[in-house]
């Protein structure tokens, strides 16, 4: 099957329905397509029997690309994955010039929610206000009992913050799934950069500017997680550690607050050839320093 050259438009005070809902869908290209306005969701990969319904999901090698999403009140790509696991999805050269429109604290929003293995590049996500992400990870459960998006890549991306991200929910991009691949990409204007809860990221060739609270927070869950070749400028804390083995290679802390941060959790860290230049601290590391901490190289450590 494929659905190319559309433009998908909700009809004025819409209060529900997608731009385009599927579910087992499988060996199909969908390009060249555009939603206006304030759907639901832009696609959902969702259920078409309603409650009914106990498969969410299952797409499987299927392609999107070329997008352009403007005003979703909640996710622009939305994939739920109950019970199955979407297989071979690839997504690549996609707008979302505004979403999360009705986002709050009890219905958060994500530009690309992602469940399943997935690869998606060439992202420009615009807007990011509080309650909302630009790209996150999904764990496995939650409400939907869903399949997380574990050993997903992506690469290629731009976020930038709207006028609303005031708060920590305001965040470029979420890894709640493990050995997920986030590279080649920038983050401006949000409170956290990328934030990491789950085992085994790596994160490479990543730059996050102005950062209010933190540009690389690694909370309780990241361990192993590593840092190659990544920026963090101009923000509160550059690189904030809060879980063991994690290990940060070539990176910059810039004109932040804080350039380095460590809690007593953050053993086994590892920070090689790193600069820490003009932040307020450099460093802040807990007495006694965490166990198996190691530097090599670093500039003002």
């Known amino acids: 099957m494929t659905v190319s050259g559309i433009t998908f438009k909700a009809r004025a005070g819409q209060t529900k329905g997608h731009g385009i809902r599927l579910s087992n869908v499988d060996e199909s290209l969908f390009e060249a397509l555009t939603f206006e306005g304030e759907f639901g969701y832009g696609i959902a990969f969702r259920c078409l029997q309603g409650a009914r319904c106990t498969t969410n999901g299952r797409i499987t090698y299927t392609v999107f690309r070329d997008l352009i999403f403007d005003g979703s009140k909640y996710d622009a790509i939305d994939m739920k994955s109950d019970n199955t696991t979407n297989r071979g999805v690839m997504i690549s050269n996609v707008i979302v010039k505004s979403f999360g429109v009705d986002a709050t ?40 009992s869903s399949t997380g998006g574990h050993k997903s890549i992506v690469s290629g991306f731009i976020i930038e913050g709207g006028s609303s991200c005031t708060a920590d929910t305001c965040v470029g991009a979420k890894i709640n799934a493990n050995d997920v691949k986030l590279a080649n990409g920038y983050t401006e204007d949000v409170n956290i950069g990328v934030h990491v809860s789950d085992k085994n990221a790596l994160i490479s060739n990543v730059v996050v500017r102005n950062a209010d609270t933190v540009g690389f927070r690694l909370t309780n869950g990241a361990k192993s997680a590593r840092l190659v070749n990544v920026e963090a400028i101009g923000g509160g804390v550059g690189f904030q550690v809060e879980d063991r083995r994690v290990s940060v290679l070539n990176c910059l802390a810039e004109s932040n607050t804080t350039g380095v941060k460590l809690t007593a959790a953050a053993t086994d860290f590892k920070i090689v050839s790193c600069v820490l230049d003009g932040n307020t601290t450099q460093k802040s590391v807990p007495s006694p320093s965490p166990s198996g901490l190691e530097e090599f190289g670093t500039v003002n450590w």
């Open 105 to 144: 604290s009890s219905q958060d929003a994500a530009a690309i929610d992602i469940r399943g293995k997935v690869i998606a590049n060439n992202l420009f996500i615009d807007r990011v206000n509080d309650h909302t992400t630009g790209i996150r990870f999904r764990a496995t459960g939650g409400t939907h």
